[in-house]
């Protein structure tokens, strides 16, 4: 069986779409009031990973959150303070990365807003550490920051 071509822009389209329709249901569990989402990711690597701008619902027309949905944990945090893509894949990571140290070292680690999870079992912190480590090493390699996503109109 080959692999999927996410190099063919219809896969590519429809692997955003699902992802989109997944940061909808995600904010919606969460309950995180926003307005609309970004018709197509902010930066993403199908089938990787995805960045979302989540409109602010009382800012109109401003981001108020970003969301990374993929073949990892779903996440957001406030765009606050974050403006770029670049730095929501560092911020998420930096908050992984807290999140596992903690858990490790037997404090009580912060509450996570991972799905539905409020506490990632001992076992599955090596992967959420290599899923951290995945996203650090996309923030800082210069290469997936040289030139914007394509939209689906540039397909």
Same mark, same amino acid.
């Not at 997944?22 to 990711?41: C, M, T």
């Not at 701008?53 to 993929?70: D, H, I, N, T």
């Not at 606050?80 to 893509?85: A, M, Q, R, V, W």
């Not at 992984?96 to 506490?119: F, H, K, N």
């Given at each position: 069986?080959?692999?999927?071509?996410?190099?063919?822009?219809?896969?590519?389209?429809?692997?955003c779409?699902?992802?989109?329709?997944?940061?909808g249901?995600?904010?919606?569990?969460?309950g995180?009031?926003h &307005?609309?989402? *970004?018709e #197509?990711?902010?930066?993403?690597?199908? $089938?990787?990973?995805? !960045?979302? @701008?989540? +409109?602010?619902?009382?800012?109109? &027309?401003?981001? *108020?959150? #970003?969301?990374?949905?993929?073949?990892? $944990?779903?996440?957001? !945090?406030? @765009?606050? +303070?974050?403006?770029?893509?670049?730095?929501?894949?560092q911020?998420?990571?930096?908050?992984?990365?807290?999140?596992?140290?903690? !858990?490790?070292?037997?404090?009580?680690?912060?509450e996570?807003?991972?799905?539905?999870?409020?506490?990632?079992p001992?076992?599955?912190?090596?992967?959420?550490?290599?899923?951290?480590?995945?996203?650090?090493?996309w923030?800082?390699?210069?290469?997936?920051?040289?030139?914007?996503?394509?939209?689906?109109?540039?397909?």
């Amino acid at each position: 069986m080959n692999a999927p071509d996410y190099d063919d822009p219809a896969l590519e389209m429809r692997w955003c779409a699902d992802r989109r329709d997944e940061v909808g249901r995600y904010l919606a569990a969460e309950g995180v009031d926003h &307005g609309q989402i *970004g018709e #197509w990711p902010a930066w993403h690597v199908a $089938p990787c990973v995805s !960045v979302w @701008a989540v +409109e602010s619902r009382l800012k109109p &027309g401003w981001v *108020g959150w #970003w969301v990374v949905c993929g073949d990892l $944990p779903t996440d957001y !945090v406030s @765009a606050g +303070e974050i403006k770029h893509p670049r730095e929501v894949l560092q911020a998420i990571s930096d908050k992984w990365r807290r999140y596992c140290e903690s !858990v490790r070292s037997g404090a009580q680690p912060a509450e996570l807003s991972i799905g539905s999870a409020r506490a990632i079992p001992l076992e599955l912190i090596p992967l959420l550490e290599a899923r951290a480590t995945m996203l650090a090493s996309w923030a800082q390699d210069d290469s997936n920051w040289e030139r914007p996503s394509p939209s689906p109109d540039s397909a």
